[in-house]
């Protein structure tokens, strides 16, 4: 057997053995631990530790896995009472079982992800025995640091938080202060913090800073609408679960308190009638969001269980919805319209908030040209952002793409994709770019709009990136940086109001993505592929 045979029996094989186990383990458990005991393990994760940290990452996902198992195994779904003992038992079960049953289902497609760049090694260690070595890919920034914790922009991120709180502090004075009863305000949206809500939401689609729409929606604002009327009742839910944890003992009591109901016909009728837009406006968001077991809990936060839909807070107060809902797009195969020049759109103009003041530059941005290769060929594209450094005669070309692909879930990337990305990128455009600015005049063509700009420069150096909306990568001279981690390096070399692209530039240049192959005991389980035998270290793999 060769390499990619041994690999894809070995995948079988896995796979085979989690959807068994995971086959017993359904059966062996109520219906409570397929949505509403997982839903409530990340709720409560949620309220003691940072949403986005590994820990309710891991909760989330299980609780996708669970699901989709429940209903790939065609498991009727219904609503049962919440109950706490039961809670606890799968709890228990979540860390002895879901969570290796999990990481087993992870592996098992780490090694099917037979790509050029991450693949799995093995190594011969005799006749028919091959040792088993899986990948360890590293950066020297977190592209979550730039996105989650807004590095790129400290000022814009604090005013966010700002707002957020500010909003907190309304529904808190609502309830705590004013005395409003918490089932009033849920049966009576308060109109106020409705629209607080929507500016929120909103908030986070106008990073579009573009018209987006599609089948499911035809303005930011008509989806901001839908989400904020979730939104409101979730803040609502939140604020009462933390009255409630003042009153119990039991920290797991509040279990049951996280999960929230609604009847999807009143649901969508009090939407109607509060975002004033058409039912089958809200008829299509609502639908949209729908889980339906094949998908991440982010994307699609709402299940839909008999007449109600089910749902927890955090997953409507910490999702990012500006990439969300294009994740969620691809996922479902949804056509977004006016989607390309959003992501040049957006990009074009954090560059230029970036730059705002700097005095040393000319830029460029969309610029269209043709020209004829060496060979006569025509070639025609377009750049999408260009910066011109005068003090250091250097010039950065940006090339902007938003791939949907790069994501398996929330904890892990398809390597061999972005790597796919990077490569096509400078395959498919940079080595354009490349040939037609070899000419001067065609430098001139490319900043002739720019008043700042000056011929009769000397020749500069060029310098050429990828930037992506979430991804980065670096292979040799080639580099992708993700949109928030460009505009990072931009206010990082900007002083007195000058940026200098050579230093910049070093740095990017600098860095290298790692892939390490890394043992970390000799102790191996001994696994037969047909003929073969492949050994898998014990800590990659919950094997008995």
């Known amino acids: 057997m060769n390499e990619y045979e041994i690999l894809g029996g070995l995948h079988k094989i896995i796979d085979d053995d989690t959807n068994l186990k995971m086959k017993e383990w359904l059966d062996s458990h109520n219906v409570n631990n397929y949505l509403l005991y997982p839903l409530a393990a990340v709720e409560l994760g949620a309220i003691k530790e940072a949403p986005e940290n590994n820990e309710n990452l891991l909760r989330r996902c299980v609780a996708s896995f669970v699901y989709a198992k429940a209903k790939e195994n065609e498991k009727s779904i219904f609503i049962k009472k919440f109950n706490t003992p039961g809670f606890k038992k799968y709890l228990k079960s979540y860390e002895s079982e879901l969570i290796p049953l999990y990481q087993n289902f992870r592996f098992s497609r780490e090694i099917n992800d037979i790509n050029p760049f991450s693949k799995p090694r093995l190594v011969q260690e005799g006749d028919h025995k091959y040792k088993l070595t899986t990948s360890l890919v590293s950066d020297h920034y977190r592209e979550e640091d730039f996105y989650f914790y807004g590095e790129d922009d400290r000022k814009n991120a604090e005013k966010e938080q700002e707002q957020t709180f500010d909003l907190h502090v309304r529904f808190w004075n609502k309830i705590v202060l004013e005395q409003k009863k918490y089932e009033e305000l849920r049966k009576y949206p308060d109109m106020e913090l409705y629209n607080c809500c929507i500016e929120i939401i909103e908030k986070d689609l106008n990073k579009w800073e573009a018209r987006v729409r599609s089948n499911v929606f035809d303005s930011p604002n008509h989806l901001a609408k839908v989400i904020a009327y979730f939104y409101y009742h979730a803040m609502l839910k939140s604020i009462s679960i933390r009255i409630d944890m003042d009153f119990e003992e039991d920290f797991f009591e509040i279990g049951k308190e996280c999960i929230m109901y ?53 997953l409507i107060l910490v999702n990012d919805w500006q990439f969300t809902i294009i994740n969620g ?101 940079i080595d354009k770019h490349k040939k037609f600015l070899q000419k001067q005049e065609n430098i001139d063509f490319l900043f002739s709009n720019d008043k700042n700009y000056k011929k009769g420069l000397p020749t500069p150096e060029i310098y050429y990136l990828a930037v992506d909306k979430r991804n980065q990568m670096h292979i040799g001279e080639r580099h992708m940086v993700s949109e928030y981690m460009l505009i990072y390096f931009i206010h990082k070399y900007v002083s007195d109001n000058q940026i200098d692209l050579e230093s910049m530039w070093k740095e990017i240049n600098g860095l290298q993505t790692k892939v390490e192959y890394i043992a970390v005991s000799n102790d191996y389980y001994e696994i037969s592929v047909g003929d073969e035998v492949v050994l898998v270290e014990q800590d990659d793999l919950y094997w008995r």
């Open 329 to 429: 797009h691809y996922l479902k195969n949804i056509i977004i319209s006016n989607r390309e020049k959003t992501i040049s759109t957006v990009t074009e103009e954090r560059i230029e908030k970036a730059l705002l003041g700097v005095t040393n530059v000319a830029v460029a941005k969309t610029v269209p040209y043709s020209f004829k290769d060496e060979l006569g060929n025509e070639l025609n594209s377009d750049i999408d952002y260009a910066i011109y450094d005068f003090t250091h005669n250097k010039i950065l070309i940006i090339e902007a793409k938003w791939i949907d692909k790069h994501y398996k879930d929330e904890i892990d990337k398809i390597y061999g994709k972005i790597f796919q990305t990077l490569n096509s990128i400078y395959t498919k455009q």
């Open 262 to 314: 609604f009847d999807k016909k009143d649901c969508i009728d009090d939407i109607v009638k509060i975002s004033r837009l058409p039912e089958h406006k809200v008829v299509n968001v609502v639908n949209y969001l729908i889980n339906d077991g094949k998908m991440n809990l982010l994307e699609f936060p709402l299940f839909e269980v008999e007449d109600s839909l089910v749902t927890i807070p955090s």
